[in-house]
Each structure stands twice: as C-alpha cells, then as structure tokens.
C-alpha cells in the first residue's frame, strides 16, 4: 500500500485553510494542522477526528520545530497570517505573527527534506497600480499587514533561492462557503435569507473576485508544479470587477431586496483599479479559474441555503 503523503498546514481553521483542509482529506491526504490553542475550528467540525492537531504559536519558536518534527510533512501550505481585515490593526501582533512566524517555520524547515512549501500573500502587497497587477511587479504595501505580508514572502523566495521548492501564491478577493459573515458576499447571502435590504457603499471599489475552489486549485497546483518553485503566483480572475457587480450578481441569483447603495461609507484608500493579469501563472501551472462570478455565487448559495445561515451565526 503507498504512503499518504503528509501535509502540515498553517491556518488551516480559516476561511481559505478550512476549504483546503477538506480537500486534502478528501484526496487521502494525512493532514496536520498547526493551530493555536485558542483556534477556532468551528469551520472543520465535520472533519474531525480526521486530521493531527499540533498546538503551537507561529511566534513560538519551539513549538513550531515540536510541530514540524512531529509532522515530518512532505507538502507545507503556510497561511495562518493576522491583520487580514481592516479593523485589526494591533501592529506587533501583524508583524510577529506574519513575519517572526514564517521566519520560525522556515527555520524549522530546514532539516526537513520537503517536497513543495506555498506561502499564501496578498495582493495588498502591491499596493496602487494603474493597471492589471503583475508577479513581477513592484511592491509596494501601503499598510502594516501588506507590508508584513511581503517581507514574509521575501523570506520564502531567499529559502527557495537557496534551493527549496517554495512557491508563493498571491491571493485577490475570495469569497465562497466558510467565508466570514462580515464579507460582502455573506452579508449580502445573509439579508436575503432574512428579508432584510443590504446597505452597502456606492459600491464602485473595484475587486478581483475569485471563488474559493479556484484558490485551492491553484494552491495544490503550485505544491505539484516544479516549474513554480520559487516563483510567484496570483489568484484572481484577471477580470475587472467592483464590488457592485457582487451585490448585483447576488441579486440576480438569490433574490432579496434591493441594496440601499451610499448607506455605508466606503474605505479610505482605494486603488483605481485592482485586477490581476493571470497570464503567466496560467502559463506555469496550466492554471486556469473554473468559476466566473455568477457560477461562483450560484454554488456558494447552495451552500448558505443548506449551512452558511447557521455555520457563521
């Protein structure tokens, strides 16, 4: 009988990590989380039982070397990070977490003979372009968590410059089931359910919105794919999209009141234009998004229907 392949994941009681969790489990993966004792891990209650928890603190130095000896994983998917959203603003807890944090995974890495690591890094890493974002483009963070995200993702590029199979994965909006019900397209899922009118902004940030199935893909496509080593990669759609089309194409799919558009006020800083050019990712990887934004609200309204009103209550 083969092996399972081990595979450690970091933040895996996340949004994103918990999607790609059930994944892994799914394809006979022997899955190892490491995850803070005080974790929430609501998100994975239907997979209990089937994955190796490994209490450690990412700013815990030996913990984490406890949880990768322990472990022993042939694929690493590090995505725990802090600050991802705009009202966490604690900036110790940003930097350490992100970057002491990955810096204490590599170190603990090194003696491991691992197949495939891939860091998860934002697209806030580029900060305001005018134009389509690019791997290779210029970063430039205009705030702490982008900033910490991008140190992080240079310290994984110097190990794979140094010969290990790290890839980066810069990741656009997702959205999809797990979410947290403080995004858009939950919240919005949510008044319909209720009878309620969502209020929202005018509604004309632009976003690169990609459902959470395309994410994973790309994800497990980077952990297989030595031609990816060692590069970056972004998760987006490539198309030009705002958050009105979200609230529209939820509309147009689940029904609901009309949004009150200009009842909140929008986030200070928006870029002109955030969209991602997949062009040389797809040509890496043979990646390509299987959802377009009404496919993909289509299948995450199955899912709140069945699960979501009551998983994120």
């Known amino acids: ?33 490491m995850l803070r004792a005080e974790s929430r891990t609501w998100r994975l209650t239907a997979v209990e039982g089937q994955y190796t928890r490994h209490d ?13 000896r322990a472990s022993r994983p042939d694929v690493i998917y590090h995505l725990a990070a802090t600050g991802t959203f705009h009202f966490q603003c604690d900036r110790a807890a940003i930097l350490t977490v992100n970057v002491l944090g990955t810096m204490n995974l590599l170190k603990a890495l090194e003696r491991q003979d691992y197949r495939a690591l891939v860091y998860t890094g934002s697209s806030s890493e580029y900060g305001h372009k005018d134009r389509p974002i690019r791997a290779d483009d210029r970063l430039e963070p205009r705030g702490d968590y982008a900033l910490a995200k991008g ?37 919005v899922m949510g008044c319909c359910v209720c009878g309620e009118t969502p209020r929202v902004t005018s509604g004309l940030q632009p976003r690169d ?24 990669l972004l998760a987006g759609t490539g198309q030009r999209q705002t958050v009105r089309d979200m609230v529209e194409t939820i509309g147009a799919v689940c029904g609901g009141r009309a949004p ?12 002109a234009v955030w969209q991602a050019d997949i062009e040389e990712t797809t040509a890496l ?6 959802y377009d934004l009404r496919t993909g609200v289509e299948k995450m309204w199955a899912w709140f229907r069945a699960t979501g009103a009551r998983a994120a209550a």
């Open 1 to 33: 009988m083969a092996t399972r392949e081990r595979v450690l994941v970091t933040g895996g009681s996340g949004f994103i990590g918990a999607c790609l969790v059930r994944e892994l489990i799914a394809a006979g993966c022997d899955v190892h989380l």
């Open 56 to 68: 450690a603190d990412l700013r815990d130095p030996e913990a984490v070397r406890s949880a990768v």
């Open 151 to 187: 140190a992080s993702a240079r310290l994984c590029q110097a190990a794979a410059n140094r010969g290990r199979p790290n890839t980066v994965v810069r990741i656009f909006s997702a959205y999809g089931p797990w979410e947290d019900s403080k995004r858009i397209a939950s919240y």
């Open 209 to 232: 919105f990609i459902y959470v199935d395309d994410v994973t893909a790309l994800l497990r496509t980077a952990a297989d794919e030595p031609n990816a080593y060692g590069r970056i």
């Open 260 to 271: 009150l558009y200009g009842a909140e006020p929008p986030r200070s800083d928006e870029p």
């Open 285 to 290: 990887t043979g990646w390509q998004p299987r």
